[in-house]
């Protein structure tokens, strides 16, 4: 019984099978990758879990409920959060309250006319949001206009507004897409840091084999919209199936 | 941000309000008409601020609900009573209704498509006014009061007298204080105190919205929305309710506007109405707490005082010099005011749109930092 | 059967209009991803091209008249076109001929017009948010209306159309029906003209290299970017051609109605709804929605129709027809009848 199972999931846009077929069950606590080579659905799939596209057929379903058809705020307050390719947070508001929002969501809900309360007096999410902030070391840059900030201090706190809402299971979507190698180890440190402090099963979406082998517990294989291995990293890396649709592109 | 500059804030700003009557007279503006439409546009700014200011959701369609508030005073006063009050509150309920109906189809869409939906629905209202809902607008000739009118509240007055709106007794018009100070000629009268209390009121709210976590969800919405559903926010419902308190506030002026002068047509919806007060906020600065009422006191003023320049008044500017610079300088000078005074609103308006898009206010703390010399870098432009 | 015939023609003559400038709004829109506020205006202005060259044409040579006193025991005058005492006859063909020939100079006029807007304002505003597009176009449309209001006053004013095209015709006679439906003349004259530009347009688009690149572009301007085609320059082209569709379709229309300085925000607002309508990005749906809603208009306001509504007990929705569809439109397909997924949705 796992946190998150995708069952015969299947997506079709006009002669193209971009997925097909597939089920997927990702374990309570665990990091799981889904890696696959280009084309092969994985941002398909992705958009399937969190409501942007409606699967043909199959079911998704988290925690035990079920979740097609919810939008995306609605999977997001059942505990699943999402980091972006490219980080996605309020470039005209400050660190602060980029982190403050997701505080909000997490207590008040999708939506509530609290029109004269005092952002700035609600001791409880000021609380929390500095915790977070201290904890994702960006506290002396609170007050910053967050969309001067450098890539990797988006893409923390990117993370931040993520982890906040101390979620059930957090999705990345390539979180090391178009970083160097130094950004990238960082990323991955950060995962780490996270992984030590906190229970949150994550769903990777990885192309960097790196990343994949420095953080996953499990490993799923997508190639032309089909899981075709699943299994644990090292029963991953010398799988033939896995060799031949990686053929050329990359080292496994 | 803190509460003591907030407070400080909307002292000051009450200060000028209530001595506008004095503080207005150096410049000409100080009739009490005029005063009361600074205010009554200040209040309709400021609603609309609250939407296109915080969600960035541009709207064209804000003059139905001024007109909509309007009819509804109007009624009020028909029917039941020349008190303001029952009037205002339907004008503010009447228009909450129907933004909130306008609002739930619009805002189905985003952007540009927005836009035009609410463009559609200002020049809808307009017609419908102007001609099928004629037994309610009176069409064409507008509503006004009449002597057969029941105001079943009012005592009877004087026959073949058309009564006048008032606050419990006080009539709107009536000026209560008339004194000579240093030199000015001042009429303090009842409803521009009407006015202005309801100014500075809705100053108030909108600067407690603008504190607030629902202010900051809708600041939220304008910065990304994608973002803000993957957070769990449900961004519609937000600016919903956003669209419904700006059309609040432009009923609660269609009101004020009634209560001024008892009598409305339809052409208060047309969609160039609600395009005014689009030049208004961006004029003044918007999303800016001040700025819209800054805005709508610059073109009200501007309105009333640039086209009334003619040919003599020009010739007395320039006069101090010869003949042909006198002419050249009213020739060049000429088409700008007077009925030329919108073709200067309009140049005006594209110059801060291009140089200047966070308005006049920004265009204050632009000079302001200049002159102090202040970290350019450091004092990003944030709300005021 | 002759009413439901002369509804069609004057829901065609409407749709013309609306067509016209739908077709220039959505080619701005398409290719550059810029909401023209500022199109009306742009229509006007072909209007007032028209006028200004009937003045032009108007400007006489006075001269007292040595044998007719006029009723006050002055000398008469005597005004002679100066193209009349130039040009002899051609100068009266001229003076006759004022639209034609002002459609003709409208082209170029508004093209120029138009790369100018383009390379001037609208190219500063493709980075900054729509609401900045729609904000400085409206800004530009109220200084056009404004110039023009000033240099020209507020009334309206009448430019002839040549003699052969003035008053009604038999259109019942023409098409060999047995019945006679009477229509002005000029407004079918306007009618056909309109579907010549439209077709012009269209196989522009269709059959030339240059029209080619641009709808790649409509449909894809980074890919065609990539192919080192430079889409900038022949978007600002394609902004002057959008302008003279405007500029031509206004100076045509002085002969059905009289230009007046706020035609331009008067037919702005119904065509964005018809573009909406249409489906934003979409040409051929800007067509048949301006057709279609002129038509709808045209026959609401039938008298029979009307009786119709009436007797149901419902208010005369003529006046409101256009949008009252335009929101169902709207509701049922959000992305207009022939609009494409994924346009302007963020």
């Given at each position: 019984?796992?946190?998150?199972?995708?069952?015969?999931?299947?997506?079709?846009?006009?002669?193209?099978?971009?997925?097909?077929?597939?089920?997927?069950?990702?374990?309570?606590?665990?990091?799981?990758?889904?890696?696959?080579?280009?084309?092969?659905?994985?941002?398909?799939?992705?958009?399937?879990?969190?409501?942007?596209?409606?699967?043909?057929?199959?079911?998704?379903?988290?925690?035990?409920?079920?979740?097609?058809?919810?939008?995306?705020?609605?999977?997001?307050?059942?505990?699943?959060?999402?980091?972006?390719?490219?980080?996605?947070?309020?470039?005209?508001?400050?660190?602060?309250?980029?982190?403050?929002?997701?505080?909000?969501?997490?207590?008040?809900?999708?939506?509530?006319?609290?029109?004269?309360?005092?952002?700035?007096?609600?001791?409880?999410?000021?609380?929390?949001?500095?915790?977070?902030?201290?904890?994702?070391?960006?506290?002396?840059?609170?007050?910053?206009?967050?969309?001067?900030?450098?890539?990797?201090?988006?893409?923390?706190?990117?993370?931040?507004?993520?982890?906040?809402?101390?979620?059930?299971?957090?999705?990345?979507?390539?979180?090391?897409?178009?970083?160097?190698?130094?950004?990238?180890?960082?990323?991955?440190?950060?995962?780490?840091?996270?992984?030590?402090?906190?229970?949150?099963?994550?769903?990777?979406?990885?192309?960097?084999?790196?990343?994949?082998?420095?953080?996953?517990?499990?490993?799923?294989?997508?190639?032309?919209?089909?899981?075709?291995?699943?299994?644990?990293?090292?029963?991953?890396?010398?799988?033939?199936?896995?060799?031949?649709?990686?053929?050329?592109?990359?080292?496994? | 941000?803190?509460?003591?500059?907030?407070?400080?804030?909307?002292?000051?700003?009450?200060?000028?309000?209530?001595?506008?009557?004095?503080?207005?007279?150096?410049?000409?503006?100080?009739?009490?008409?005029?005063?009361?439409?600074?205010?009554?546009?200040?209040?309709?700014?400021?609603?609309?601020?609250?939407?296109?200011?915080?969600?960035?959701?541009?709207?064209?369609?804000?003059?139905?609900?001024?007109?909509?508030?309007?009819?509804?005073?109007?009624?009020?006063?028909?029917?039941?009573?020349?008190?303001?009050?029952?009037?205002?509150?339907?004008?503010?309920?009447?228009?909450?209704?129907?933004?909130?109906?306008?609002?739930?189809?619009?805002?189905?869409?985003?952007?540009?498509?927005?836009?035009?939906?609410?463009?559609?629905?200002?020049?809808?209202?307009?017609?419908?006014?102007?001609?099928?809902?004629?037994?309610?607008?009176?069409?064409?000739?507008?509503?006004?009061?009449?002597?057969?009118?029941?105001?079943?509240?009012?005592?009877?007055?004087?026959?073949?007298?058309?009564?006048?709106?008032?606050?419990?007794?006080?009539?709107?018009?009536?000026?209560?204080?008339?004194?000579?100070?240093?030199?000015?000629?001042?009429?303090?009268?009842?409803?521009?105190?009407?006015?202005?209390?309801?100014?500075?009121?809705?100053?108030?709210?909108?600067?407690?919205?603008?504190?607030?976590?629902?202010?900051?969800?809708?600041?939220?919405?304008?910065?990304?929305?994608?973002?803000?559903?993957?957070?769990?926010?449900?961004?519609?419902?937000?600016?919903?309710?956003?669209?419904?308190?700006?059309?609040?506030?432009?009923?609660?002026?269609?009101?004020?506007?009634?209560?001024?002068?008892?009598?409305?047509?339809?052409?208060?919806?047309?969609?160039?109405?609600?395009?005014?007060?689009?030049?208004?906020?961006?004029?003044?600065?918007?999303?800016?707490?001040?700025?819209?009422?800054?805005?709508?006191?610059?073109?009200?003023?501007?309105?009333?005082?640039?086209?009334?320049?003619?040919?003599?008044?020009?010739?007395?500017?320039?006069?101090?010099?010869?003949?042909?610079?006198?002419?050249?300088?009213?020739?060049?000078?000429?088409?700008?005011?007077?009925?030329?005074?919108?073709?200067?609103?309009?140049?005006?308006?594209?110059?801060?749109?291009?140089?200047?898009?966070?308005?006049?206010?920004?265009?204050?703390?632009?000079?302001?930092?200049?002159?102090?010399?202040?970290?350019?870098?450091?004092?990003?432009?944030?709300?005021? | 059967?002759?009413?439901?015939?002369?509804?069609?023609?004057?829901?065609?003559?409407?749709?013309?209009?609306?067509?016209?400038?739908?077709?220039?709004?959505?080619?701005?829109?398409?290719?550059?991803?810029?909401?023209?506020?500022?199109?009306?205006?742009?229509?006007?202005?072909?209007?007032?091209?028209?006028?200004?060259?009937?003045?032009?044409?108007?400007?006489?040579?006075?001269?007292?008249?040595?044998?007719?006193?006029?009723?006050?025991?002055?000398?008469?005058?005597?005004?002679?076109?100066y193209v009349i005492e130039w040009f002899g006859e051609f100068g009266e063909w001229m003076i006759d001929y004022t639209i034609p020939i002002a459609v003709l100079l409208s082209i170029p006029i508004m093209i120029i017009i138009g790369v100018v807007m383009e390379r001037g304002l609208i190219r500063l505003f493709y980075n900054r948010p729509h609401a900045d597009q729609i904000l400085v176009t409206f800004g530009l449309a109220i200084v056009l209306q404004e110039i023009i209001k000033i240099s020209f006053g507020s009334e309206s004013i009448p430019v002839n159309v040549p003699a052969a095209f003035v008053g009604p015709v038999d259109v019942g006679a023409f098409f060999?029906?047995?019945?006679?439906?009477?229509?002005?003349?000029?407004?079918?004259?306007?009618?056909?003209?309109?579907?010549?530009?439209?077709?012009?347009?269209?196989?522009?688009?269709?059959?030339?290299?240059?029209?080619?690149?641009?709808?790649?572009?409509?449909?894809?301007?980074?890919?065609?970017?990539?192919?080192?085609?430079?889409?900038?320059?022949?978007?600002?082209?394609?902004?002057?051609?959008?302008?003279?569709?405007?500029?031509?379709?206004?100076?045509?229309?002085?002969?059905?109605?009289?230009?007046?300085?706020?035609?331009?925000?008067?037919?702005?607002?119904?065509?964005?709804?018809?573009?909406?309508?249409?489906?934003?990005?979409?040409?051929?749906?800007?067509?048949?929605?301006?057709?279609?809603?002129?038509?709808?208009?045209?026959?609401?306001?039938?008298?029979?129709?009307?009786?119709?509504?009436?007797?149901?007990?419902?208010?005369?929705?003529?006046?409101?027809?256009?949008?009252?569809?335009?929101?169902?439109?709207?509701?049922?397909?959000?992305?207009?009848?022939?609009?494409?997924?994924?346009?302007?949705?963020?």
């Amino acid at each position: 019984m796992g946190i998150l199972e995708v069952q015969n999931v299947n997506k079709r846009f006009g002669g193209l099978q971009a997925l097909n077929n597939v089920n997927l069950n990702v374990e309570q606590g665990s990091v799981h990758a889904l890696i696959g080579p280009n084309g092969a659905g994985k941002s398909t799939f992705l958009n399937c879990l969190i409501g942007k596209l409606k699967p043909d057929t199959g079911s998704v379903k988290f925690d035990g409920s079920p979740v097609l058809g919810k939008k995306p705020h609605e999977i997001n307050q059942l505990g699943v959060s999402r980091v972006f390719q490219t980080p996605e947070i309020f470039t005209d508001l400050t660190v602060f309250e980029n982190v403050m929002i997701p505080c909000f969501a997490h207590r008040d809900g999708a939506f509530k006319v609290n029109a004269f309360a005092r952002v700035m007096r609600d001791k409880e999410i000021r609380a929390q949001a500095e915790h977070i902030l201290e904890d994702m070391g960006m506290k002396e840059k609170m007050n910053a206009h967050s969309g001067s900030l450098s890539r990797g201090d988006k893409r923390r706190l990117e993370m931040a507004m993520c982890l906040v809402q101390e979620p059930k299971l957090l999705l990345l979507d390539e979180p090391t897409a178009g970083m160097a190698r130094a950004d990238t180890n960082n990323t991955i440190d950060l995962l780490k840091h996270i992984g030590e402090t906190r229970k949150i099963t994550k769903v990777i979406i990885e192309h960097d084999m790196h990343v994949v082998f420095s953080l996953a517990t499990t490993i799923s294989v997508l190639a032309q919209g089909a899981i075709i291995a699943e299994g644990l990293p090292d029963d991953i890396k010398g799988h033939p199936k896995v060799r031949e649709a990686y053929l050329g592109e990359a080292e496994v | 941000m803190n509460v003591m500059k907030d407070r400080m804030t909307l002292l000051i700003f009450a200060a000028v309000v209530l001595a506008a009557p004095l503080l207005f007279a150096p410049t000409g503006a100080a009739y009490p008409d005029l005063l009361q439409r600074f205010a009554i546009y200040g209040i309709f700014a400021i609603g609309f601020n609250i939407l296109f200011g915080l969600t960035g959701y541009l709207s064209f369609g804000h003059a139905a609900f001024l007109g909509v508030g309007s009819y509804a005073a109007m009624w009020m006063f028909k029917l039941l009573s020349m008190n303001i009050i029952p009037a205002l509150i339907l004008s503010v309920i009447v228009a909450g209704l129907f933004s909130l109906v306008i609002g739930y189809i619009s805002l189905r869409r985003s952007g540009i498509y927005f836009s035009i939906l609410t463009l559609a629905f200002a020049e809808m209202s307009y017609k419908l006014a102007y001609s099928v809902l004629t037994p309610i607008t009176n069409g064409e000739t507008g509503l006004q009061l009449d002597l057969a009118d029941s105001r079943i509240m009012d005592a009877p007055i004087a026959e073949g007298t058309l009564p006048s709106t008032n606050l419990f007794g006080f009539e709107m018009k009536e000026v209560f204080w008339n004194p000579t100070i240093l030199g000015y000629d001042l009429q303090f009268n009842y409803g521009f105190y009407v006015c202005a209390a309801l100014l500075i009121l809705s100053f108030y709210i909108s600067m407690r919205i603008f504190r607030s976590p629902f202010g900051l969800m809708l600041r939220a919405v304008k910065t990304n929305q994608t973002r803000l559903n993957y957070t769990g926010i449900a961004s519609r419902p937000y600016t919903l309710a956003a669209f419904v308190i700006s059309g609040m506030f432009a009923g609660l002026a269609g009101g004020l506007l009634a209560t001024m002068d008892p009598s409305v047509g339809a052409e208060r919806m047309q969609w160039t109405v609600g395009g005014e007060v689009v030049l208004m906020v961006v004029l003044g600065g918007s999303g800016t707490l001040i700025g819209p009422v800054l805005g709508a006191v610059f073109i009200r003023y501007f309105n009333s005082v640039l086209s009334q320049i003619n040919e003599q008044t020009l010739h007395g500017w320039f006069a101090f010099g010869p003949d042909w610079l006198t002419n050249a300088m009213v020739f060049i000078v000429e088409p700008f005011v007077g009925k030329g005074w919108e073709l200067t609103l309009g140049a005006l308006f594209m110059i801060v749109v291009i140089f200047l898009p966070g308005g006049l206010v920004d265009g204050a703390k632009r000079i302001g930092r200049k002159l102090s010399g202040a970290d350019r870098r450091a004092a990003k432009v944030g709300i005021a | 059967m002759d009413a439901i015939l002369l509804q069609l023609l004057n829901g065609l003559d409407k749709g013309s209009a609306y067509a016209l400038i739908a077709l220039g709004l959505t080619l701005i829109f398409g290719t550059l991803g810029v909401v023209n506020f500022a199109h009306g205006a742009l229509f006007m202005i072909g209007a007032f091209v028209a006028v200004t060259f009937s003045k032009l044409m108007e400007i006489s040579k006075v001269v007292l008249d040595p044998e007719k006193v006029d009723f006050l025991g002055n000398p008469a005058k005597i005004k002679t076109p100066y193209v009349i005492e130039w040009f002899g006859e051609f100068g009266e063909w001229m003076i006759d001929y004022t639209i034609p020939i002002a459609v003709l100079l409208s082209i170029p006029i508004m093209i120029i017009i138009g790369v100018v807007m383009e390379r001037g304002l609208i190219r500063l505003f493709y980075n900054r948010p729509h609401a900045d597009q729609i904000l400085v176009t409206f800004g530009l449309a109220i200084v056009l209306q404004e110039i023009i209001k000033i240099s020209f006053g507020s009334e309206s004013i009448p430019v002839n159309v040549p003699a052969a095209f003035v008053g009604p015709v038999d259109v019942g006679a023409f098409f060999g029906l047995d019945f006679s439906i009477f229509y002005p003349y000029w407004r079918l004259i306007y009618i056909g003209f309109s579907v010549i530009v439209l077709a012009a347009v269209f196989s522009f688009l269709r059959f030339t290299t240059f029209g080619m690149v641009v709808r790649a572009g409509m449909a894809d301007r980074e890919t065609v970017g990539l192919l080192g085609i430079n889409i900038d320059k022949r978007f600002t082209i394609m902004f002057g051609v959008a302008a003279a569709v405007a500029g031509l379709a206004g100076a045509m229309y002085a002969g059905v109605n009289k230009p007046v300085f706020h035609m331009g925000m008067d037919f702005l607002v119904l065509s964005f709804v018809v573009v909406v309508v249409g489906g934003m990005g979409s040409l051929p749906g800007a067509v048949l929605a301006g057709f279609m809603l002129g038509i709808l208009e045209a026959f609401a306001s039938m008298p029979l129709i009307k009786d119709a509504i009436a007797a149901v007990g419902l208010p005369s929705i003529d006046q409101i027809i256009i949008y009252l569809v335009a929101v169902i439109v709207l509701l049922v397909r959000p992305r207009g009848l022939m609009g494409k997924a994924g346009v302007m949705e963020d």
